[in-house]
């Protein structure tokens, strides 16, 4: 019996957050290591360079590093596919097809794509391969048949386009080529969009407000001391705000079944006042150590040989093109357009 299929990844435009690390990639390991599904995990470089188009030498540079984080945190090239997007020129020939079944229209009405636009600042100046990305990544995920795609809320919208487009192509060419996929969603909605250590929505690079898989515990502990709580708590005695303090959200997020009733207990400890906020952080920064650290150390490790981690990336590219290349056949065949 043929298992079903996920298809997930990430844009590598720098190294991996922990916003990153408890939105999927958490989930991607203890999806892998059930064994129930077959995993193809991707760095989508193309996709990055949508934005990025003029700066290429930061997605070159950031391909090792987003890989080290994928095997630090415990992806395993022997269970799942890991490859390369621009080593699978397939997605690119499927892209070109499905573009010819969405209109220009129906991409403007895109949540999604008008929020990342807004939020990139474009303007008038919206790169074209930027504006249809979620047609590539529509390519993406039917290239490999895949069933599920584990996303973030945000990203709904980008899954109900894909599934717009292969009904579109099954049904304009007679066939059942390709397969309709369901997104996965976070259990934690905590986690789904882990906001940065400053309290805005969205952990980046370029804000400054995010904690990596690859920092340090110095680092990590510099991060936590300076998170953002709730500013009118001047006093210990005074009493506090958990809303939209970073330190209890963050507690929700990495706490275990067992820290829940501490946890409880401290935010009504808080709440009433009499808690400072340094012991919040030391007992938050207790918690993220506990999970950081061993990932941090098996980095290390895998950083001493590049080579083995850039040999595993072409053994993964090889096998997912392959894949593609079926997909692409079947697509061809049901257009016509299989001349030879």
Same mark, same amino acid.
């Given at each position: 019996?043929?298992?079903?299929?996920?298809?997930?990844?990430?844009?590598?435009?720098?190294?991996?957050?922990?916003?990153?690390?408890?939105?999927?990639? /958490?989930?991607?390991?203890?999806?892998?290591?059930?064994?129930?599904?077959?995993? +193809?995990?991707?760095?989508?470089?193309?996709?990055?360079?949508?934005?990025?188009?003029?700066?290429?030498?930061?997605?070159?540079?950031?391909?090792?590093?987003?890989?080290? &984080? !994928?095997?630090?945190?415990?992806?395993?090239?022997?269970?799942?596919?890991? +490859?390369?997007?621009?080593?699978?020129?397939?997605?690119?020939?499927?892209?070109?097809?499905?573009?010819?079944?969405?209109?220009?229209?129906?991409?403007?009405?895109?949540?999604?794509?008008?929020?990342?636009?807004?939020? /990139?600042?474009?303007?008038?100046?919206?790169?074209?391969?930027?504006?249809?990305?979620?047609?590539?990544?529509?390519? &993406?995920?039917?290239?490999?048949?895949?069933?599920?795609?584990?996303?973030?809320?945000?990203?709904?919208?980008?899954?109900?386009?894909?599934?717009?487009?292969?009904?579109?192509?099954?049904?304009?060419?007679?066939?059942?080529?390709?397969?309709?996929?369901?997104?996965? !969603?976070?259990?934690?909605?905590?986690?789904? %969009?882990?906001?940065?250590? &400053?309290?805005?929505?969205?952990?980046? /690079?370029?804000?400054?407000?995010?904690?990596?898989?690859?920092?340090?515990? &110095?680092?990590?502990?510099?991060?936590?001391?300076?998170?953002?709580?709730?500013?009118?708590?001047? %006093?210990?005695?005074?009493?506090?705000?958990?809303?939209?303090?970073?330190?209890?959200? !963050?507690?929700?997020?990495?706490?275990?079944?067992?820290?829940?009733?501490?946890?409880?207990?401290?935010?009504?400890?808080?709440? %009433?006042?009499?808690?400072?906020?340094?012991?919040?952080?030391?007992?938050?920064?207790?918690?993220?150590?506990?999970?950081?650290?061993?990932?941090?150390?098996?980095?290390?490790? +895998?950083?001493?040989?590049?080579?083995?981690?850039?040999?595993?990336?072409?053994?993964?590219?090889?096998?997912? %093109?392959?894949?593609?290349?079926?997909?692409?056949?079947?697509?061809?065949?049901?257009?016509?357009?299989?001349?030879?």
């Amino acid at each position: 019996m043929t298992k079903p299929i996920i298809l997930t990844g990430d844009r590598p435009t720098g190294k991996l957050h922990i916003g990153h690390y408890v939105g999927s990639l /958490k989930n991607r390991v203890l999806l892998q290591n059930e064994g129930k599904h077959d995993l +193809f995990v991707f760095l989508a470089d193309q996709q990055a360079l949508t934005d990025h188009a003029k700066d290429p030498q930061t997605i070159v540079e950031s391909i090792g590093n987003v890989a080290l &984080d !994928y095997l630090a945190a415990g992806l395993d090239p022997e269970k799942s596919t890991i +490859f390369i997007q621009s080593q699978i020129p397939e997605l690119a020939e499927l892209t070109m097809y499905y573009m010819n079944l969405v209109s220009l229209g129906r991409l403007e009405r895109n949540p999604t794509v008008k929020t990342e636009i807004a939020q /990139k600042g474009f303007g008038e100046s919206i790169p074209t391969g930027f504006f249809v990305y979620p047609i590539a990544q529509a390519a &993406d995920i039917t290239a490999f048949k895949a069933n599920l795609v584990p996303v973030g809320t945000d990203q709904k919208p980008m899954i109900e386009q894909t599934r717009e487009i292969v009904r579109s192509f099954n049904h304009t060419y007679n066939c059942e080529v390709l397969v309709e996929p369901e997104g996965m !969603y976070p259990d934690n909605e905590a986690a789904g %969009r882990l906001p940065g250590l &400053d309290g805005n929505a969205k952990m980046s /690079k370029s804000l400054n407000n995010g904690i990596y898989l690859a920092d340090d515990a &110095d680092t990590v502990k510099k991060k936590v001391m300076s998170m953002y709580t709730d500013p009118n708590h001047i %006093r210990i005695e005074d009493p506090g705000k958990i809303e939209g303090n970073m330190v209890f959200h !963050y507690l929700d997020v990495f706490g275990s079944e067992e820290d829940k009733a501490e946890i409880a207990a401290m935010k009504e400890h808080y709440q %009433r006042g009499g808690l400072g906020d340094v012991k919040t952080k030391r007992y938050l920064l207790d918690i993220m150590e506990r999970e950081l650290a061993p990932i941090r150390e098996r980095r290390l490790e +895998f950083a001493k040989d590049m080579g083995e981690v850039y040999r595993m990336l072409e053994v993964g590219s090889e096998k997912a %093109r392959q894949a593609a290349a079926q997909t692409l056949s079947e697509v061809k065949a049901a257009m016509g357009i299989q001349y030879f």
